[in-house]
């Protein structure tokens, strides 16, 4: 007889045994040189250094957060938030670690040809994204499993699995957020010293800067973009399984609370086929090649999830939702949205980032009057890349709404996070591409293996660019979610309150117009950051270059470890306050209130928060890492030869840019993808927290 639990954590198991095959693999193949493997190994003692002073950092936050936790909400409440934390950080962690060892090797494939530097590249991001699946369901499915036998009562169970998600939040948004910190604090100090004052190439290794660079890549795009989607894909989950207990009863409510986690399960099989299918045709297109391995893992992604309704629910059997009736065919139309929005955000994605198309080849033309009219038109093209991906979520949302109601945008938000693991592989394939190229122009390798190294890493930028248009899209859908559960909470808690929201009541008004804020607030002081940090290491550089004799003659070596822990520090000194904003501003907006006008108006201006926050966090999320993308790949489009190529006035105003564009896309944008769910998280942690004391 089928058991759905043995399924689910054989599913997670095949996905962490698939990632341990790939890891012993890649770590079998050859290091490269003596030059490369010294190189690699100042990357990974940086990284890992940094990693393991920010996970101290977020663990002494952590056991504040989980004293509250157990105080308030009791034993099991406080474990899923552990369980949650340390499940995200391995996941990071592993993931970090494979990333920076698979650098050199790829590095050393590009000798051999663009095929093998590409399967190695590729398994390497695949290793993080088999851990972020495999990982994310094992832990939910065990932890229910768990609350189930103790006999609690749903809203009890659901209670902890919330806790468990902001657990993985927790991590998440320091993650992004102080990872963002030190590799464009690296990025942005390199840039100006070395290309614009000094005039040398990138990944010189006459720059300070330069290995921190590298280190960055790692800890930003791998680790951070790693627990942002463990993050998002275990509260999407959660929420639709609360959506579920609330929608449905007995016996078909259990079968629907677990509906998402057969989701995740198939589509983890799936995505693991569609990595086999990641190689070059005869065109030799790389892009093509990663998205033939996605369009294979979402194709038959499709079929497995129709397989697992028919299966599981039944595609003609009726159920009774609210005042309406739904079929097992409405859900997998849902889940089946869900796809097509994920393909038709990295579609659009690609579009505004890629040199091939309009958006970046206008930013590199406006390059040739200078740096002014570069900021102009990349500000522009940041803007408009906000309207497609917009309708796209909205057209999404009203299917999935029109099919099954509010459950439907859950089932729907579910099948776009449960291609996490193919999406974390085209991702995390971006570091290490970027790192090889670095490591192949410090080592002084062949031209020939810097073409194969230059064309892999100039498709890493678009893949990061592509996948962070997903994750901000699935993180809107997750949001929607957590905001639905958040007014059916209110609602079973407090029925007596009669909390509406309405337009017209200023209570919904004044939480609008402070979730909007939050955003704004948190990017500002994100970017904040990152041009402080910045600016040490801009000094650190000038300091080096006057003060150590032969770095310019390249017969001195710069101190790298110098610049590394200097941005260590920035980065885990200034990502503190930011992150702590969406844990606590529900909490306050609450009290505050609460205080001066009464519980219903605060509980009111609380739900309106999150949704203020979903709305204005979405656009500039878009904006920020579609602009920050297509000025980068602007700068590399002229560095191909366009417009008078590298050292021209026109790659002079593109630097500028870029450096511009990099804490957009790679800081503030995607650790407002954590911020946006994480206040959603609190704001139902806080409601749980109230029931217990006014019930």
């Given at each position: 007889m089928f058991n759905v639990y043995t399924f689910l954590i054989g599913c997670s198991i095949a996905a962490l045994l698939y990632g341990s095959i790939l890891t012993f693999i890649i770590l079998s193949s050859s290091p490269g040189t003596d030059a490369m493997q010294k190189i690699a190994k100042a990357i990974q003692t940086g990284a890992k250094a940094y990693l393991n002073r920010q996970y101290r950092m977020i663990t002494l936050v952590g056991i504040f957060v989980l004293f509250i936790l157990w105080w308030q909400l009791g034993i099991l409440v406080s474990l899923g938030f552990v369980i949650g934390a340390i499940l995200s950080g391995i996941a990071g962690y592993i993931g970090m670690n494979i990333s920076v060892r698979s650098n050199v090797r790829t590095t050393e494939a590009a000798k051999s040809g663009l095929q093998p530097a590409l399967t190695l590249a590729f398994r390497s991001g695949t290793i993080t994204g088999m851990l972020v699946v495999g990982l994310a369901l094992l832990g939910i499915t065990i932890y229910y499993m768990i609350l189930k036998s103790l006999g609690l009562p749903m809203r009890s169970t659901i209670e902890?699995?919330?806790?468990?998600?902001?657990?993985?939040?927790?991590?998440?948004?320091?993650?992004?957020?102080?990872?963002?910190?030190?590799?464009?604090?690296?990025?942005?100090?390199?840039?100006?010293?070395?290309?614009?004052?000094?005039?040398?190439?990138?990944?010189?290794?006459?720059?300070?800067?330069?290995?921190?660079?590298?280190?960055?890549?790692?800890?930003?795009?791998?680790?951070?973009?790693?627990?942002?989607?463990?993050?998002?894909?275990?509260?999407?989950?959660?929420?639709?399984?609360?959506?579920?207990?609330?929608?449905?009863?007995?016996?078909?409510?259990?079968?629907?609370?677990?509906?998402?986690?057969?989701?995740?399960?198939?589509?983890?099989?799936?995505?693991?086929?569609?990595?086999?299918?990641?190689?070059?045709?005869?065109?030799?297109?790389i892009m093509g090649a990663l998205y033939k391995g996605f369009i294979v893992a979402a194709s038959l992604s499709a079929v497995a999830i129709w397989g697992v309704?028919?299966?599981?629910?039944?595609?003609?059997?009726?159920?009774?939702?609210?005042?309406?009736?739904?079929?097992?065919?409405?859900?997998?139309?849902?889940?089946?949205?869900?796809?097509?929005?994920?393909?038709?955000?990295?579609?659009?994605?690609?579009?505004?980032?890629?040199?091939?198309?309009?958006?970046?080849?206008?930013?590199?033309?406006?390059?040739?009057?200078?740096?002014?009219?570069?900021?102009?038109?990349?500000?522009s093209i940041?803007?408009?890349?906000?309207?497609?991906?917009?309708?796209?979520?909205?057209?999404?949302?009203?299917?999935?709404?029109?099919?099954?109601?509010?459950?439907?945008?859950?089932?729907?938000?579910?099948?776009?996070?449960?291609?996490?693991?193919?999406?974390v592989a085209l991702d995390s394939y971006g570091p290490v591409t970027d790192n090889a190229g670095g490591i192949a122009e410090m080592s002084n390798q062949p031209k020939h293996t810097r073409e194969v190294t230059d064309a892999l890493d100039a498709v890493g930028n678009t893949t990061k660019a592509v996948t962070k248009g997903y994750a901000i899209g699935s993180a809107g859908f997750a949001a929607l979610v957590l905001f639905a559960a958040y007014?059916?909470?209110?609602?079973?808690?407090?029925?007596?309150?009669?909390?509406?929201?309405?337009?017209?009541?200023?209570?919904?008004?004044?939480?609008?117009?402070?979730?909007?804020?939050?955003?704004?607030?948190?990017?500002?002081?994100?970017?904040?950051?990152?041009?402080?940090?910045?600016?040490?290491?801009?000094?650190?550089?000038?300091?080096?270059?006057?003060?150590?004799?032969?770095?310019?003659?390249?017969?001195?070596?710069?101190?790298?470890?110098?610049?590394?822990?200097?941005?260590?520090?920035?980065?885990?000194?200034?990502?503190?306050?930011?992150?702590?904003?969406?844990?606590?501003?529900?909490?306050?907006?609450?009290?505050?209130?609460?205080?001066?006008?009464?519980?219903?108006?605060?509980?009111?201006?609380?739900?309106?928060?999150?949704?203020?926050?979903?709305?204005?966090?979405?656009?500039?999320?878009?904006?920020?890492?579609?602009?920050?993308?297509?000025?980068?790949?602007?700068?590399?489009?002229?560095?191909?030869g366009n417009f008078g190529g590298k050292r021209s006035e026109a790659h002079k105003a593109a630097v500028t840019g870029d450096t511009v564009g990099d804490p957009y896309k790679d800081t503030v944008g995607p650790a407002i993808n954590p911020m946006i769910k994480i206040i959603t998280i609190s704001a139902l942690l806080l409601l749980a927290i109230i029931s217990k004391k006014y019930m």
């Open positions: 902890a699995l919330i806790s468990l998600g902001f657990g993985a939040s927790l991590i998440s948004i320091f993650a992004r957020l102080g990872g963002g910190i030190f590799t464009k604090g690296a990025d942005v100090g390199a840039d100006l010293v070395g290309k614009i004052e000094a005039d040398i190439p990138e990944d010189d290794p006459r720059n300070p800067a330069v290995i921190a660079d590298n280190v960055g890549d790692n800890v930003g795009d791998c680790a951070g973009m790693a627990a942002d989607l463990f993050e998002t894909y275990i509260v999407t989950i959660v929420g639709t399984m609360l959506l579920g207990s609330i929608f449905f009863k007995d016996k078909i409510s259990e079968n629907m609370m677990l509906f998402p986690l057969l989701i995740g399960a198939v589509c983890i099989i799936t995505s693991v086929i569609g990595s086999f299918f990641v190689r070059l045709g005869a065109k030799k297109n309704t028919q299966y599981w629910l039944g595609i003609e059997t009726s159920y009774s939702i609210g005042t309406d009736t739904i079929t097992g065919l409405n859900l997998f139309y849902c889940a089946l949205t869900g796809l097509v929005v994920t393909g038709l955000l990295m579609w659009v994605t690609e579009y505004y980032t890629s040199t091939k198309y309009r958006p970046v080849k206008s930013i590199a033309e406006a390059s040739q009057t200078g740096h002014a009219t570069n900021i102009i038109q990349g500000l940041s803007m408009e890349s906000t309207v497609l991906p917009v309708v796209i979520i909205s057209v999404g949302i009203l299917v999935s709404y029109l099919n099954a109601g509010l459950f439907g945008i859950g089932i729907a938000a579910t099948s776009m996070l449960a291609l996490a693991g193919m999406i007014v059916e909470d209110v609602h079973h808690f407090f029925p007596n309150l009669n909390c509406q929201f309405y337009l017209q009541d200023p209570y919904v008004v004044i939480g609008l117009f402070m979730g909007g804020l939050l955003p704004y607030l948190f990017g500002a002081l994100g970017m904040r950051s990152v041009g402080r940090a910045a600016s040490a290491i801009v000094m650190e550089v000038r300091r080096q270059f006057k003060e150590i004799a032969g770095i310019m003659e390249g017969k001195a070596s710069p101190d790298y470890s110098k610049a590394v822990d200097l941005l260590t520090k920035a980065a885990i000194k200034e990502m503190i306050i930011p992150s702590l904003i969406p844990v606590a501003a529900p909490i306050v907006l609450f009290l505050v209130l609460n205080f001066a006008v009464g519980m219903q108006p605060a509980l009111t201006a609380v739900g309106s928060l999150l949704l203020g926050t979903v709305i204005t966090g979405l656009f500039i999320a878009l904006s920020m890492t579609g602009g920050g993308g297509a000025w980068d790949n602007a700068k590399k489009y002229i560095e191909l």
